[in-house]
C-alpha cells in the first residue's frame, strides 16, 4: 500500500525557515517524480515545485523560486522541501504528491497534508 | 489567477450528467496530458483521471474525460450526492523552464 507522509509543518514568523519531510512507502521511491502542492486556506490547489526520480531534475513555481528548494534522499524514501524567507501568503497546508516516472503532473497518491502558517 | 481556467461552480440534479470545463493554451494543454482531481471537504485531492481520458482503478466509470485542442473536460454521469466537492484540473506547462499549473477548481453543488 502506498503511503505518503508529511511532517515538518508549524507556525513560522515571516523572515523565518522550515523544512518540510514525505516520508513514502510502498512503492520504489527512486523510479517516481515527486511533487508538492499547497493548498492556502479557503483557496485552490498550487503547483509548487516538482523533481525528478533521481534528483537531477528540479522545476519551482515562480512564487517560491530562489526561496524554496526541494530535493529526496532516495535512500531514505524521503522528499523534502526547505522555505526559506517565508511569506504571509505561504501560509498554506502542503501536500507531497508522487507522479508518474517523470514529471508530468498526474499525481495518483498524496499525502495528508502540513499546515505552515507564516503569522508574527 | 489560474493559467487553466475552470468554471467556479456547476450543479446538477442526481443522476443528471455534468460537465466540467478546463481551457488553456498550446503550452499546456494543447501540449501535455490533462488530470483530474476530486476534493471533498477537508481531504487531499483524489485522481480522476490522468493522461486525458484514463481511469484510475476504483473510479467509477461515470467519470469520463476528454481532451480537444487547448481545452479538456470532465463528464460526471448519473450524478450522486457523494459526489458534491470541489474539482481542478492540472496539466504540465512547457513555457519558461517548465513548470505545472492547475485549474482554479470547480465546485460541484448536487441539488
Known amino acids: 500500500e502506498v503511503q505518503l507522509l508529511e511532517s515538518g509543518g508549524g507556525l513560522v514568523q515571516p523572515g523565518g525557515s522550515l523544512r518540510l519531510s514525505c516520508t513514502a512507502s510502498g512503492f520504489i521511491f527512486s523510479n517516481y517524480a515527486m511533487s508538492w502542492v499547497r493548498q492556502a486556506p479557503g483557496k485552490g490547489l498550487e503547483w509548487v515545485s516538482s523533481?525528478?526520480?533521481?534528483?537531477?531534475?528540479?522545476y519551482y513555481a515562480d512564487s517560491v523560486k530562489g526561496r524554496f528548494t526541494i530535493s529526496r534522499d532516495n535512500s531514505k524514501n524521503t522528499l523534502y522541501l526547505q522555505m526559506n524567507s517565508l511569506r504571509v501568503e505561504d501560509t498554506a497546508v502542503y501536500y507531497c504528491?508522487?507522479?508518474?516516472?517523470?514529471?508530468?503532473?498526474?499525481?495518483?497518491?498524496w499525502g495528508q497534508g502540513t499546515l505552515v502558517t507564516v503569522s508574527s | 489567477q489560474s493559467v487553466l481556467t475552470q468554471p467556479p461552480s456547476a450543479s446538477g440534479a442526481p443522476g443528471q450528467r455534468v460537465t466540467i470545463s478546463c481551457s488553456g493554451s498550446?503550452?499546456?494543454?494543447?501540449?501535455?496530458?490533462v488530470s483530474w482531481y476530486q476534493q471533498l471537504p477537508g481531504t487531499a485531492p483524489k485522481l480522476l483521471i490522468y493522461r486525458n481520458n484514463q481511469r484510475p482503478s476504483g473510479v467509477p466509470d461515470r467519470f469520463s474525460g476528454s481532451k480537444s485542442g487547448t481545452s479538456a473536460s470532465l463528464v460526471i454521469s448519473g450524478l450522486r450526492s457523494e459526489d458534491e466537492a470541489d474539482y481542478y484540473c492540472a496539466a504540465w506547462d512547457d513555457s519558461l523552464s517548465g513548470r505545472g499549473v492547475f485549474g482554479g477548481g470547480t465546485k460541484l453543488t448536487v441539488l
Open positions: 504528491a508522487k507522479d508518474d516516472a517523470v514529471v508530468i503532473i498526474e499525481f495518483d497518491y
Open positions: 498550446s503550452s499546456n494543454i494543447g501540449n501535455n496530458y
Open positions: 523533481i525528478s526520480g533521481s534528483g537531477g531534475s528540479t
